[in-house]
Protein backbone atom coordinates (compact mmCIF):
# COMPACT_ATOMS: atom_id res chain seq x y z
CA UNK A 1 0.00 0.00 0.00
CA UNK A 2 1.17 3.23 -1.29
CA UNK A 3 1.75 6.22 1.29
CA UNK A 4 -1.10 9.45 0.47
CA UNK A 5 0.17 12.32 0.13
CA UNK A 6 0.04 14.76 3.22
CA UNK A 7 -0.59 18.13 1.63
CA UNK A 8 2.78 20.26 1.97
CA UNK A 9 1.15 22.83 4.91
CA UNK A 10 0.46 19.84 6.61
CA UNK A 11 3.45 17.79 6.30
CA UNK A 12 5.71 20.61 7.31
CA UNK A 13 3.47 21.11 10.98
CA UNK A 14 3.68 17.57 11.43
CA UNK A 15 7.26 17.64 10.90
CA UNK A 16 7.76 20.07 13.32
CA UNK A 17 5.38 18.90 15.58
CA UNK A 18 8.00 15.44 15.73
CA UNK A 19 11.00 17.66 15.44
CA UNK A 20 9.71 19.93 18.56
CA UNK A 21 9.14 16.88 20.95
CA UNK A 22 12.12 14.84 20.26
CA UNK A 23 13.91 18.65 20.58
CA UNK A 24 12.17 19.85 23.81
CA UNK A 25 13.93 17.77 26.47
CA UNK A 26 10.39 16.61 27.67
CA UNK A 27 9.69 12.76 28.37
CA UNK A 28 6.99 11.32 26.50
CA UNK A 29 5.08 8.21 28.29
CA UNK A 30 2.78 5.39 26.56
CA UNK A 31 1.32 2.57 28.33
CA UNK A 32 2.75 3.58 31.55
CA UNK A 33 6.44 3.46 29.99
CA UNK A 34 8.34 7.12 29.50
CA UNK A 35 10.78 7.65 26.53
CA UNK A 36 12.87 10.33 25.79
CA UNK A 37 11.94 12.36 22.70
CA UNK A 38 14.08 10.51 20.07
CA UNK A 39 12.20 7.45 21.00
CA UNK A 40 8.52 9.16 21.18
CA UNK A 41 9.28 10.63 17.73
CA UNK A 42 10.53 6.79 16.42
CA UNK A 43 7.43 5.63 17.34
CA UNK A 44 5.02 8.28 16.52
CA UNK A 45 6.87 8.83 12.73
CA UNK A 46 6.08 4.76 12.10
CA UNK A 47 2.22 5.76 13.49
CA UNK A 48 2.03 8.28 11.03
CA UNK A 49 3.22 6.47 8.25
CA UNK A 50 0.80 3.47 8.95
CA UNK A 51 -1.87 6.28 9.01
CA UNK A 52 -0.76 7.92 5.57
CA UNK A 53 -0.96 4.64 3.89
CA UNK A 54 -4.74 4.79 4.62
CA UNK A 55 -5.75 8.76 4.51
CA UNK A 56 -6.17 9.10 8.24
CA UNK A 57 -3.48 11.93 8.89
CA UNK A 58 -4.18 14.73 5.92
CA UNK A 59 -4.07 17.34 8.85
CA UNK A 60 -1.27 17.97 11.80
CA UNK A 61 -4.96 18.33 13.74
CA UNK A 62 -5.63 14.12 12.53
CA UNK A 63 -2.23 12.94 13.00
CA UNK A 64 -2.60 14.83 16.82
CA UNK A 65 -6.07 12.77 16.75
CA UNK A 66 -4.86 9.30 15.16
CA UNK A 67 -1.35 9.16 16.14
CA UNK A 68 0.00 11.47 18.60
CA UNK A 69 -2.97 11.16 21.81
CA UNK A 70 -3.26 7.72 22.58
CA UNK A 71 -1.46 4.40 22.21
CA UNK A 72 -3.87 2.41 19.52
CA UNK A 73 -2.91 -1.06 21.50
CA UNK A 74 -4.09 -0.13 25.18
CA UNK A 75 -6.22 3.19 24.09
CA UNK A 76 -4.17 4.87 26.64
CA UNK A 77 -3.73 8.46 26.63
CA UNK A 78 0.17 9.30 26.06
CA UNK A 79 1.21 12.07 28.35
CA UNK A 80 4.50 14.71 28.16
CA UNK A 81 6.02 15.94 31.19
CA UNK A 82 8.57 18.88 30.79
CA UNK A 83 10.98 20.13 33.13
CA UNK A 84 8.96 22.85 35.08
CA UNK A 85 5.52 22.60 33.72
CA UNK A 86 2.59 19.79 34.61
CA UNK A 87 2.54 16.58 33.28
CA UNK A 88 -0.18 16.47 30.33
CA UNK A 89 -1.90 14.73 27.97
CA UNK A 90 -0.07 14.64 24.82
CA UNK A 91 -2.93 15.73 22.66
CA UNK A 92 -2.94 18.69 24.63
CA UNK A 93 0.71 19.62 24.78
CA UNK A 94 0.57 18.77 21.04
CA UNK A 95 -2.09 21.02 20.08
CA UNK A 96 -0.15 23.98 21.77
CA UNK A 97 2.70 22.88 20.40
CA UNK A 98 0.77 23.36 16.97
CA UNK A 99 -0.59 26.82 17.72
CA UNK A 100 2.91 27.93 18.62
CA UNK A 101 3.82 26.60 15.10
CA UNK A 102 1.33 28.66 13.46
CA UNK A 103 1.99 32.00 15.24
CA UNK A 104 5.67 31.85 14.19
CA UNK A 105 5.14 31.33 10.28
CA UNK A 106 2.54 34.17 10.35
Not at 70 to 97: H, I, M, N, P, T
Request: net charge positive; charged share 25%; aromatic share 8%.
Amino acid sequence: MTAVATPAPAQREIDGLLQGLEQSGCRFQRNGRWYGGGDARRHLQRKYDYLRKRDLAATAEQFITHAASRSSVSGKSYRVACAGVAEQDAAAWFLQQLQQLRESTH
